[in-house]
């Protein structure tokens, strides 16, 4: 009898993991059930290229609909797996079971939701995680409409980057004392601020989300310091939480996403994880990523698993974000950092951001400066670290910069 790998989400990380399970030769059933109506498709361009309209639906899709035929991946979109039955081996698909050998969980992250009682489920207000929300948004952006930001994250400062574009009156209000505060420096922070400024957007720091007022939109915005905001639509970008509801009913260990061992086991052998959704092992602690190398890699490694392979999954996390013409990439991660140095790049309006703990280069930040990428992730995945003061000196050629 045949096996069947039944993949949860025909988002990136399950998409990964169908793709190398037959790249690798596996020959068994594979089930690819996602709840979105599309399929797989990058999320990446929603906030930027899709909601500019640069960028066509089509070539958001990972593959044309033959390619899962060909492959012979079932692919059922607009379908949510309800239920897990572990000592069955099943799921619960439109209240039927459905058998599977191994079952990978690749269900993502959803977005974290304002509560209702401060106007969090008017109808002008905005969520940016799948393609219907932006479908839903994205008549809103109109020239000289008002826009609210809420959290000034990076899906909240693309949004904001494609609203000032298209010629919106656009307002960011971020209730930690920075933008950018849970993940990059205040030297990032304070370069997209300069950024930001520039295009007129307005950045309030330091100001929570008190509640929206109207009814049945919302028509303005009151801050926890009590400044009045009009607005004539509210985008919500607070974070997300790892979509866990699955795995928590089917008992399977559960901390800041689905914890996974070094091949993506979960604690079912014969269930894995991959993705936003996954907590995994990284230098003694549980990590959980959010970005899309990531979750290619590890529905690599899960799909790599699953066809016996025992190699642990080393996590080199890297990702980017555009914002007008910036292209900021970022290499490694700056947890623990007790340093940053900001090196000018060898254009205008270019830098790099360097954070450090003592001695050891732990991340970079490059802005529109491709070398500083480049030259950073190399020497992170590598364990090397500059000398700090090296880095420090504008004088110095980066390529000229030894690193040990
Ligand atoms: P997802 O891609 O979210 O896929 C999970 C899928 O599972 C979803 O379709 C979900 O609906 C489905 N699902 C959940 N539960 C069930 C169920 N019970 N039954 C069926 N289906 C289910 N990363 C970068 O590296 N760079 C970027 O520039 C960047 N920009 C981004 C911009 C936006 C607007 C967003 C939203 C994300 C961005 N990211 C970026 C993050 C990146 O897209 C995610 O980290 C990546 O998509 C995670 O892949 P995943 O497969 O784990 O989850």
């Not at 639906?57 to 492959?71: G, I, S």
């Not at 922070?189 to 330091?206: K, P, W």
């Not at 830098?351 to 529109?368: C, I, K, P």
């Amino acid at each position: 009898m045949l096996l069947r790998t039944i993949i949860v989400g025909a988002g990136q990380a399950g998409f990964a993991v169908a793709t190398r399970l037959r790249i690798k030769g596996y020959d068994g059933e594979i089930a690819l059930i996602g709840d979105e109506s599309d399929p797989p498709y990058q999320r990446p361009p929603l906030s930027k290229k899709y909601l500019t309209g640069e960028m066509s639906r089509n070539r958001l899709y990972f593959r044309a609909p033959d390619f899962y035929a060909d492959n012979r991946i079932e692919l059922r979109t607009a379908t949510s797996v309800e239920a897990i039955d572990r000592h069955d081996r099943s799921v619960r698909v439109d209240g039927m079971p459905m058998p599977y050998d191994t079952l990978v969980l690749a269900t993502g992250a959803r977005p974290r939701r304002l509560p209702a009682s401060i106007g969090g489920e008017l109808s002008n207000v905005y969520y940016v995680r799948t393609l219907a929300d932006i479908d839903l948004l994205a008549p809103e952006f109109r020239p000289r409409a008002k826009l609210l930001i809420v959290g000034g994250g990076y899906i909240g400062l693309e949004t904001a980057a494609v609203a000032a574009s298209l010629g919106l009156s656009t307002t960011v209000i971020e209730a930690s004392p920075r933008i950018l505060q849970r993940v990059a420096s205040l030297e990032t922070a304070a370069f997209l601020r300069r950024l930001h400024s520039g295009r007129g957007v307005r950045l309030i720091e330091g100001a929570g989300l008190k509640r929206l007022v109207g009814e049945p939109r919302a028509v303005a915005a009151q801050t926890n310091d009590d400044q009045l905001l009009e607005t004539d639509f509210v985008v919500v970008g607070i974070g997300v939480v790892p979509e866990t509801r699955l795995a928590v009913a089917a008992g399977l260990s559960v901390d800041n996403g689905i914890k996974v061992d070094a091949q993506g086991r979960t604690s079912d052998p014969s269930i894995f994880a991959a993705g936003d959704c996954a907590s995994f092992p990284h230098r003694g602690k549980y990590l959980r990523l959010e970005s899309v190398p990531h979750a290619i890699d590890q529905g690599n490694a899960v799909a790599d698993a699953i066809m016996g392979s025992s190699t642990p999954y080393t996590a080199k996390p890297w990702f980017w974000s555009d914002q007008y013409d910036l292209k900021l990439q970022i290499a490694g991660l700056n947890t623990g950092y007790d340093r940053v140095i900001e090196r000018a790049g060898a254009r205008a309006g270019t830098a790099s951001f360097w954070y450090f703990r003592g001695r050891q280069l732990l991340a970079v930040d490059a802005a529109n400066d491709a070398q500083a990428y480049v030259i950073g992730k190399r020497w992170i995945d590598a364990g090397q670290s500059p000398e700090p003061n090296d880095l420090a000196d504008p004088l110095k050629p980066l390529k000229e910069i030894a690193a040990h």
